[in-house]
């Protein structure tokens, strides 16, 4: 049982990969395990043993994600309430993306990942959830179908990136702006293409979207093509069609 009462999925844990409902049956088990001796750990803590921590973290992630379908990461504060609407926005907007054909990924967490992973998967769509290790926090939401969990950021981020086709930013934090501001310089700098950035909600936007656009943009800091990279909206429906969108203009030109 989760936390709140609710029966929690049936799950199986492979390592640091979680898969839930459908996914976790899988025809073979990992079973063998490479036992070591006691002995002396400070190995355990050098900087040559951490290159292999983050070398098993990039190889766990392209493996269960290689074969993902075309999906979008959506954004989101781990603190908005069950009742509150940007929750009810998060759920319709997986909903939304499950419908249209996409998986959805999110932070794992709860709050307004929770929601696009809820409403992904009651719509029958792929859930997914990236987790990292914090000293705060609670572990993958219920609503993940296939969750990892990793040690360093920067491995995953570039899952977020590198499996996703756009990204869709609820109010969030200082998480979700760090993420933001991430996409938007891997799009400006032609790191990632055809890879709209939407922001949704423009209550909450809305100011730093002025100030980008007005002080930013104003200071010659970024040009008119930089600020056009970002798409304002308060309705599900323009978000998802700006995601299809640009999926279309992705398949035309490969």
Same mark, same amino acid.
């Given at each position: 049982m989760s936390t709140d009462g609710v029966r929690r999925p049936e799950e199986k844990q492979r390592g640091p990969v979680v898969l839930r409902r459908e996914r976790r049956n899988e @025809? !073979? !088990?990992t079973d063998q395990r490479l036992l070591d001796s006691r002995g002396p750990s400070d190995w355990v803590h !050098?900087?040559?043993?951490r290159v292999m921590r983050i070398q098993a973290e990039f190889v766990e992630g392209f493996g269960m994600l290689a074969e993902l379908p075309r999906a979008v990461t959506v954004f989101g504060s781990a603190r908005t309430g069950r009742d509150h609407i940007e929750y009810a926005q998060g759920r319709a907007l997986g909903t939304a993306l499950a419908e249209a054909g996409? %998986?959805?990924? !999110? $932070? $794992? $967490? @709860? $709050? %307004?990942m929770e929601a696009a992973n809820k409403g992904c998967s009651e719509a029958g769509g792929f859930s997914v959830g990236l987790g990292i290790e914090l000293p705060f926090e609670q572990g993958l939401n219920d609503w993940v179908d296939l969750g990892i969990n990793f040690r360093y950021f920067f491995a995953r981020k570039t899952m977020f990136v590198k499996y996703s086709q756009a990204f869709v930013c609820l109010p969030g934090g200082f998480g979700t702006l760090d993420e933001l501001f991430e996409a938007l310089t891997l799009v400006q700098t032609k790191k990632v293409t055809k890879f709209p950035v939407v922001l949704l909600g423009t209550e909450y936007w809305g100011g730093l979207y002025d100030w980008i656009a007005n002080t930013v943009l104003g200071a010659g800091k970024i040009g008119e093509k930089d600020l056009a990279l =970002?798409? =304002?909206t308060d309705d599900v429906d323009d978000a998802v069609k700006i995601v299809q969108e640009a999926w279309r203009a992705w398949e035309e030109a490969h």
């Open positions: @025809p !073979t !088990t !050098t900087d040559p043993w996409f %998986a959805v990924i !999110t $932070g $794992g $967490g @709860p $709050g %307004a =970002l798409h =304002l």
